[in-house]
């Protein structure tokens, strides 16, 4: 990690400054993603630049890309994440509306995590069949379509 005085930072406070390489490292995210992030208006503020024109980060931006890279995981939008970031970018005064974009989310999350869990309890019921009769020496005929035993 670097840690220098940001060339856009005022010269009496030194900031964190970290490369998109370490920023690619501590987040997950290729370069490439961290250029498309902000290229779409993800980031709730801008990414200062060295004077050579390289891209610095602060602690504040990998904190708030790791939010966003787990909106992204729980299948966000990617409309409701550019959303909720420019309401954070706006500041105090909408987190009413950053509470209903959430809870939104939230919902669509829990369902899905209640229908993955039918899923795995017949992938688990099925598992248990085969498993059964694999260690029975009775397999043959688990894939055969015209079999009595079914799949």
Known sequence: MT????????ADVAVQSL??????????????????????GLLVGPVRRTSGGRRRYSAA???????CVRLR????PLADLKYFAELVRRGPGNEAERLRLLETHQERV???IRALE?????I????????????R???????????????
């Open 118 to 122: 039918k899923c795995r309890s017949v």
């Open 137 to 151: 020496g009775e397999a043959g005929g688990l894939w055969d379509p015209t079999a009595e035993i079914g799949i």
């Open 73 to 76: 995981e729980s299948d966000m």
């Open 110 to 112: 829990d369902a899905r």
């Open 19 to 40: 490369s998109i390489g370490e920023v690619a490292e501590r987040t997950g995210l290729g370069v490439h993603a961290l250029r498309f992030y902000e290229r779409e």
């Open 124 to 135: 688990a019921g099925k598992v248990g069949v085969y498993a059964d009769h694999l260690t």
């Open 61 to 67: 931006d990998v904190d708030w890309l790791l939010i």
């Open 3 to 10: 840690t220098t005085a940001d060339t856009h930072a005022p």
